[in-house]
């Protein structure tokens, strides 16, 4: 253990001497196994496919984050209007409008035997709230528009009500004659 008896420099400066010492072994192997680590972490994270991405991990505890609060929280228009601002909520939708609702309403939401979603008239309101209501309940008794509650998570009615907020209100595409009363 020769190697760490102080040797001190030749030079010396107002009287004061510097050793010229090896690193500690301790402080060489933490500094050598947080290089190894660096590099590891890179390669898992970054280099390769291995690791979830940030993005990925975002997105992952995001989605936690909203199937809490859509379980815990009640359901207020402003957080509707928020989810119709989210890609993925959309993408969410879109799929829920085309398999469950397009039937009646048309994939564009210009309407068939259910009323034209892209004009201004509403039979019960535009508000997001009235629309989270309507497709939860469901509409008039024996027009076709069921109450969704039964057959689609309260999860799934808020990403299919964020589709038709944030895709299909106010496109005012060409199809089903308006229904009821226009929005003030
Ligand atoms: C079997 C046909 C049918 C299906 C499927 C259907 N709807 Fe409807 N929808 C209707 C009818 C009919 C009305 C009118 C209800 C009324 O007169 O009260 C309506 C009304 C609505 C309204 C209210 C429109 C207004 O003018 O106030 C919304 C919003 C709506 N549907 C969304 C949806 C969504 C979202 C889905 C899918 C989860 C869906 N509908 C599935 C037939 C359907």
């Given at each position: 253990m020769s190697e760490y008896i102080?040797?001190?420099r030749e030079h010396e400066f107002d009287g004061i001497?510097?050793?010229?010492?090896?690193?500690?072994?301790w402080w060489l192997w933490?500094?050598?196994?947080?290089?190894?680590?660096?590099v590891v972490y890179w390669l898992y994270y970054h280099g390769t496919a291995l690791g979830p991405s940030s993005t990925a991990h975002f997105d992952n505890?995001?989605?936690?984050?909203?199937?809490l609060e859509?379980?815990?929280?009640?359901?207020?228009?402003?957080?509707?209007?928020?989810?119709?601002k989210l890609p993925k909520m959309l993408e969410a939708g879109k799929q829920i409008f085309e398999t469950n609702c397009a039937t009646c309403h048309k994939p564009d939401g210009s309407g068939l035997v259910g009323p034209n979603l892209t004009d201004k008239h509403w039979i019960h309101g535009p508000g997001a709230e009235t629309?989270?209501?309507?497709?939860?309940?469901?509409?008039?008794?024996?027009?076709?528009?069921?109450?969704w509650k039964t057959l689609l998570s309260a999860q799934k009615r808020q990403q299919v009500v964020a589709y038709v907020l944030g895709a299909i209100k106010h496109t005012?595409?060409?199809?089903?004659?308006?229904?009821?009363?226009?929005?003030?």
């Open positions: 102080d040797k001190l001497h510097e050793f010229d010492n090896y690193l500690p072994r933490t500094f050598y196994l947080a290089c190894i680590f660096s505890e995001y989605e936690a984050h909203l199937a859509a379980k815990t929280k009640p359901v207020t228009g402003a957080m509707l209007e928020e989810y119709a629309i989270y209501k309507v497709v939860s309940e469901g509409g008039r008794p024996g027009q076709g528009m069921v109450a005012n595409r060409p199809g089903k004659a308006p229904e009821g009363t226009p929005e003030k």
